[in-house]
């Protein structure tokens, strides 16, 4: 069964600091890794990672994917309030009729303190 | 383009009694996946539909749970006889096809708050 394990859990910042989130996975027929911000309602996508060492980056957060070491790496610098909230990785997989689910990890809550 | 649309968005229910949520894709999406959030846990997937099929329902539970995407109309997660466990947020998922497109993100929509007393 595929496996997705977010560290921290947790993490409490100030503005201006940056941080980094990490995704972890195991799975058997691997399409893509996706990282989503959830604030209290609908997560919203960031990015989408299929390919080792390409680092994708929208503005202030940044991500990179190690597919020979199954982990991916999220950045956000500059850190401000209006980061706050649950940070979600998910596992796409490419076999049989599982291609279409998510498997996600359990998030990592973050809280930009001003 | 709006994006997907889910209703109710908080639902009360009584053990015992019938739990329809509902999930109208965005415009040209003919994929819709369901995922259950409970409290402190991450999403988990429950079903994967296009519209008349049943593509993956491997994270649905064995009773009590259906879900449908007819031709017309949204897709339906129903839950009968809703028990206290059932208490969660139900995200609906949609995406455009065909499912091997490599750009092939999920957008979800805001989700039903499900409670049961």
């Known amino acids: 069964e595929d496996k997705v394990v977010q560290s921290p859990l947790s993490l409490v910042v100030h503005e201006g600091d940056t941080v980094t989130l990490n995704c972890s996975y195991e799975?058997?027929?691997?399409?893509?890794l996706l990282w989503y911000k959830q604030e209290k309602k609908a997560p919203t996508f960031l990015f989408m990672l299929?390919?080792?060492?390409i680092e994708k980056k929208s503005g202030r957060l940044s991500s990179i994917l190690d597919k020979k070491e199954l982990f991916s790496i999220l950045n956000i610098t500059a850190t401000q309030t209006g980061d706050s909230a649950v940070y979600l990785c998910?596992?796409?997989?490419?076999?049989?009729?599982?291609?279409?689910?998510?498997?996600f990890g359990q998030g990592t809550i973050l809280t930009v303190h001003p | 383009n709006a994006g997907v649309m889910q209703n109710p968005r908080h639902l009360v229910r009584r053990r015992g009694q019938e739990a329809r949520l509902r999930c109208s894709p965005m415009?040209?999406?003919?994929?819709v996946y369901w995922y259950r959030q409970l409290p402190e846990e991450g999403l988990k997937f429950m079903v994967y539909?296009?519209?008349?099929?049943?593509?993956?329902e491997s994270g649905m539970p064995k009773e009590r749970f259906s879900a449908e995407f007819p031709k017309e109309g949204p897709s339906i997660l129903r839950i009968q006889q809703v028990v206290r466990g059932d208490s969660a947020a139900y995200f609906c998922?949609?995406?455009?096809?065909?499912?091997?497109?490599?750009?092939?993100?999920?957008?979800f929509g805001p989700g039903t708050r499900l409670t049961v007393l």
């Open positions: 998922a949609s995406s455009p096809g065909p499912w091997d497109r490599l750009n092939n993100e999920q957008f």
């Open positions: 799975v058997t027929n691997f399409r893509s």
């Open positions: 299929t390919s080792s060492g």
């Open positions: 998910a596992l796409r997989n490419a076999g049989g009729t599982s291609y279409g689910k998510l498997t």
């Open positions: 415009k040209g999406h003919s994929h």
């Open positions: 539909l296009q519209k008349e099929n049943i593509i993956d």
